[in-house]
């Protein structure tokens, strides 16, 4: 009996689903042929939750079919969807992209006063985030506020990651301090570094630091390496050295430094202009129990590259290769650019030789490097021969290069043959860029040729650059004329507070460094003696020791263009059309452009200040230079090479070639450089000064320091021990610069004039001290 009464339950279940299927068959059928219209009347079947469950179910109905009958359900009297029922048809909507119709699906589940499971509103937020409609995002989120559901901890962080990744950084901003004041604790540290990773590559500093703070402040969250990591790097690249060199310190304690903190550490030295510490870094590096990487040692070359320290540049791309790992394009191309630049011509091309036999890729950037380097290293001809070898294979050209020839035809002032150049690269489908544009402005205005700005424009006929270029000379034109002001000239533009002489001024936060002992002695006292990172513990104990946060050199020269498009037009065109005055000494117009754009809120960069600064000295103006280099320092405008090449120049025509040597001191302790310009400038000041000895030094430091003399250090060599009686060792250096190669320009020929009248005085001098034959009695 039990087991006969077991089989009928077992025969009625089976009864029952077999009812259920053919309903649900002929319902889904229904829909499928006339939609909602043909339905039976409601009361005629068994409608319920599971009936609704399974239509939503079914894989052959189409979704709108299903979003009708959800619809059709909700007509019911005395039928209430459940919150299955609402999750189910919410999925459904989202695969198959009816977004559109979830505001009007929300309004009806808040009136009927049900709540959907968090992973839904999950699933909805990512729908509404995956096609970009984040408003609708957000109003979902103010929607489970008012329902007073929460998300989870993997929820609200999937949510941020997605913004991030689609990025909406704003709103990844605003969710990221809801969260905050809610629980700190729901945030997770892959989603914290990934907006970390977001806004400094957006360059929003000032949101960077509040992320930063907030978290520091936050009792529920820990950085972890890869956020240590981000932030260290992050803070080097904005030049907050202290803070970067502090998180170091601070994460040894915690979770301790791993390779990539090493390279970030190496990169902001490098970027700030400590080569020299970078290197030291480097060796405690390969003592901590790391390994240098492909990373590792691209940093390092690329910053001795532009530090001009070739030598330790070629050391490590040897040790580079004795460890396996091999250069790439990279690499190389930093090589080369450093070696041109230290006019060391024939060893650039020797290491292209030696790139293209190991199988590594020329790219366009490599022979643009090499077209640029045969340019500035007198080799015209043998830049514009590969060029043209380049256009008839027809690769590795691009509008850079094309650039990069037409400013060297508008040097030759070969202006005809710029043009053409221009209507060629039009041709090829090359954008002409404003770089190009300033370089043939710059020429024409040189020959005086304003009146072939029309035949630029039939050149240039793609975009708007041309036509914006002349509108905006014509505004300045007419800003110049209209508003003139009653200030005097020059002076009052930049005010000086004190004297050009008084240059150590700006850089005296260096003197905490006093003498380089004392310091170094306290460091060494607060050093742990056992660390595996000594010299990074006196680094970060030596700047915090400091309350300059900001850093007084950069690596990076400044620009005339930036070529950022229309961002930086305005200040691109205003450092372009000083480059124009200043040439042409024309100083009032230069200052009547700098004032206007100062009143409009332009900022100037690096290269504007030193355009200025360079022409009020060349001019004898000191006093305005001084005012110049003032302002620059209270507008944290970091000061570069060319900034300091000005100042030597300015104290050398002062005739305070000791203050000159001064700032030398203080700059290569700060972790600067010395290029060639400023080796000949340096060499020019102390030759005029008569210490001849402290020229041949220097001369001596230039050649070991790896960068080889120019024509200008030859001719200036010559001229200074000329001028100071010193016949032989000029006459020495004539031979040097004739067994090296250098050709002789025409201020050689002047040098070589001065040096045959002081040779032939000499002589002529020692002959009237022999004594006359007649004169024996």
């Known amino acids: 009996m039990r087991h006969g009464r077991s089989f009928l339950v077992k025969g ?43 239509i939503l179910r079914t894989k052959t109905l189409h979704p709108s079919k299903k979003l009708a009958f959800f619809r059709w359900c909700s007509l019911v009297p005395d039928f209430k969807h459940s919150a299955l029922s609402y999750s189910h048809i919410f999925r459904t909507v989202c695969r198959a992209g009816y977004l559109h119709e979830v505001p009007d699906l929300l309004n009806s589940m808040k009136q009927y006063g049900v709540v959907v499971h968090s992973e839904t509103f999950k699933a909805l937020l990512d729908s509404f985030i995956l096609s970009s409609k984040f408003d609708y995002a957000l109003e979902i989120l103010h929607v489970m506020e008012e329902l007073g559901t929460s998300l989870n901890t993997h929820i609200y962080n999937s949510v941020l990651v997605a913004l991030v990744r689609k990025n909406q950084v704003g709103l990844a901003l605003s969710i990221f301090f809801k969260i905050l004041q809610g629980n700190s604790q729901l945030l997770s540290s892959i989603a914290c570094n990934m907006l970390l990773v977001a806004l400094r590559k957006a360059d929003m500093r000032l949101e960077f630091k509040q992320v930063f703070d907030k978290l520091r402040d936050s009792s529920g969250f820990e950085f972890d390496t890869w956020g240590y990591n981000i932030c260290i790097h992050a803070f080097g690249c904005w030049g907050d050295l202290g803070s970067s060199l502090s998180l170091f310190r601070e ?155 037409v400013l060297q035809l508008c040097k030759e002032v070969l202006l005809d043959e710029a043009l053409r150049l221009v209507e060629e690269m039009e041709d090829r489908g090359f954008v002409v860029d404003l770089v190009t544009v300033t370089s043939l402005l710059i020429g024409m205005y040189k020959q005086g040729r304003w009146d072939w700005s029309d035949r630029l424009m039939k050149h240039i006929r793609n975009g708007n650059l041309v036509p914006n270029v002349l509108r905006w000379k014509a505004d300045m034109e007419a800003s110049m004329k209209s508003s003139q002001t009653k200030r005097e000239d020059l002076t009052p533009f930049f005010p000086s507070r004190g004297d050009f002489s008084e240059i150590m001024n700006l850089i005296r936060y260096a003197e905490s460094t006093v003498d380089g002992v004392k310091d170094e002695e306290n460091s ?18 030596q700047v915090n020791s400091t309350d300059h946060p900001s850093q007084l050199f950069s690596l990076s020269r400044g620009q005339r263009v930036q070529a950022k498009g229309v961002d930086s037009f305005d200040i ?36 504007t200040y030193n355009s200025m600064m360079s022409s ?34 300015g104290l050398g025509k002062m005739g305070r070639a000791d203050l000159a040597s001064s700032v030398l001191d203080k700059l290569m302790k700060q972790g600067g450089y010395l290029d060639i310009v400023m080796y000949n400038t340096l060499i020019n000041a102390l030759g005029k000064a008569g210490r001849m000895d402290e020229v041949n030094k220097l001369f001596e430091q230039m050649r070991t320091s790896g960068i080889n003399p120019d024509i200008v250090t030859f001719n200036t060599l010559i001229e200074v021990h000329s001028k100071a009686g010193r016949l032989k060792e000029a006459y020495k250096f004539l031979k040097m610069m004739l067994d ?9 020929d002047t040098t070589l004039d001065f040096l045959g009248k002081e040779i032939d005085k000499l002589r002529y001098q020692k002959a009237s001290m022999m004594p006359n034959k007649d004169d024996s009695a």
């Open 251 to 405: 994460m040894k304690e915690t979770v301790g430094p791993d390779l990539c903190t090493y390279n970030s550490l190496i990169l902001v030295l490098c970027f700030v202009g400590k080569v020299k510490d970078a290197l030291v870094v480097w060796e405690e590096l390969k003592g901590s129990g790391h390994e240098p990487d492909a990373f590792t040692y691209r940093i390092l070359i690329q910053g001795c590259s532009k530090s001009y320290r070739m030598d330790d540049a070629l050391k490590i791309f040897n040790e580079m290769q004795h460890n396996e790992i091999f250069p790439d394009t990279i690499v190389y191309n930093a090589l080369l650019d450093g070696l041109f630049k230290a006019r060391k011509v024939n060893e650039a091309c020797q290491l292209f030789e030696k790139m293209v036999q190991d199988g590594v890729r020329a790219s366009s950037w490599t022979h643009n490097i090499l077209i640029d380097g045969l340019f500035r290293n007198g080799r015209a001809e043998a830049g514009y021969t590969l060029f043209c070898d380049l256009k008839k294979k027809g690769q590795f050209v691009d509008n850079i290069t094309y650039s990069i020839v």
């Open 12 to 54: 009625q279940r089976s009864h029952w689903q077999l009812g259920d299927h053919l309903l649900v068959a002929s319902l889904t059928k229904t829909l499928s042929d006339s939609g909602t219209h043909n339905l039976p009347d409601p009361h005629s079947i068994p409608l319920s939750e599971s009936l609704l469950l399974q």
């Open 616 to 649: 009020f000295v060349k001019k004898g103006y000191f006093n305005e230079a001084w005012g110049v280099l003032n302002e620059m320092g209270e507008n944290v405008c970091p000061a570069d090479i060319a900034t300091y090449n000005v100042i030597i120049q």
């Open 572 to 607: 691109d065109m205003v450092n372009t059309f000083l480059s124009i005055f200043l040439a042409k000494g024309k100083l009032s117009l230069a200052c009547k452009l700098f004032e206007i754009f100062s009143d409009m809120g332009a900022n100037p960069v690096s290269y």
């Open 740 to 748: 090296a190669g250098c050709t002789p320009n025409h201020i050689t």
């Open 524 to 541: 060494s006292a607060d050093t742990d003696q056992w660390s595996s990172s000594p010299y990074m513990d006196q680094l970060a104990n």
